[in-house]
T-cell receptor, first 120, second 111 residues
Framework: GAVVSQHPSRVICKSGTSVKIECRSLDFQATTMFWYRQFPKQSLMLMATSNEGSKATYEQGVEKDKFLINHASLTLSTLTVTSAHPEDSSFYIC????????????????FGPGTRLTVT | DQQVKQNSPSLSVQEGRISILNCDYT??????FLWYKKYPAEGPTFLIS?????DKNEDGRFTVFLNKSAKHLSLHIVPSQPGDSAVYFCAASESGNQFYFGTGTSLTVIP
């Protein structure tokens, strides 16, 4: 089955530093990757949609200069949290849609295991 | 504004009985609905989905019901098994563009 990995799984950083999270599709090519954020006991909130070779589309209220997304290849997207602050501490999850599969139901997206970011 | 809601944060069910997880939505343009299962420290995994042109979809022990007039869907698991214990998210989409997730319901199946 389709596997999506994220690295690192857990990261602690100091306030003001930047952190990069990688999302990789291991056995398929992904035209589209989504980045979500989940707060405790809250739903997954879509942050941005990333298409290979083009700029990411950010959801309303998400600062694109703070959350830098790069989708350089069909198997890798990165999320960089710049100048992190304690309020950025959260669980970040990516998902990927397989090339040619996402335009029709079930619009299946494969989720990574998530990255727990703690900013001290 | 939360477009997809799961009003029950938790549910406990005896093994072998039926689990019913509920989900409500507000956007009448949603035409596709999905249920995901999530274990701690893992990403969600797809469970079952339903198109708005249907009112029921069944896959083994899992059945999803859709009531468009009430903007309500539910996931039935029968019989429930201890391995079903997890957090269940419902999600809604308009033609595959963006997915809006509910807040999740934590299901515990008691052996």
């Amino acid at each position: 089955g389709a596997v999506v990995s994220q690295h690192p799984s857990r990261v602690i950083c100091k306030s003001g530093t930047s952190v990069k999270i990688e999302c990789r599709s291991l056995d398929f090519q992904a035209t589209t990757m989504f980045w979500y954020r989940q707060f405790p006991k809250q739903s997954l909130m879509l942050m941005a949609t990333s298409n290979e070779g083009s700029k990411a589309t950010y959801e309303q209220g998400v600062e694109k200069d703070k959350f830098l997304i790069n989708h350089a290849s069909l198997t890798l997207s990165t999320l960089t949290v710049t100048s992190a602050h304690p309020e950025d501490s959260s669980f970040y999850i990516c998902s990927a849609i397989e090339l040619g599969q996402g335009l029709l139901p079930p619009y299946e997206q494969y989720f990574g295991p998530g990255t727990r970011l703690t900013v001290t | 504004d939360q477009q997809v809601k799961q009003n029950s944060p938790s549910l406990s069910v005896q093994e072998g009985r039926i689990s019913i997880l509920n989900c409500d939505y507000t956007n009448s343009m949603f035409d596709y609905f999905l249920w995901y299962k999530k274990y701690p420290a893992e990403g969600p995994t797809f469970l079952i989905s339903i198109s708005s042109i249907k009112d029921k979809n069944e896959d083994g022990r899992f059945t999803v019901f859709l009531n468009k007039s009430a903007k309500h869907l539910s996931l039935h698991i029968v019989p429930s098994q201890p391995g079903d214990s997890a957090v269940y998210f419902c999600a809604a989409s308009e033609s595959g563009n963006q997915f809006y997730f509910g807040t999740g319901t934590s299901l515990t199946v008691i052996p």
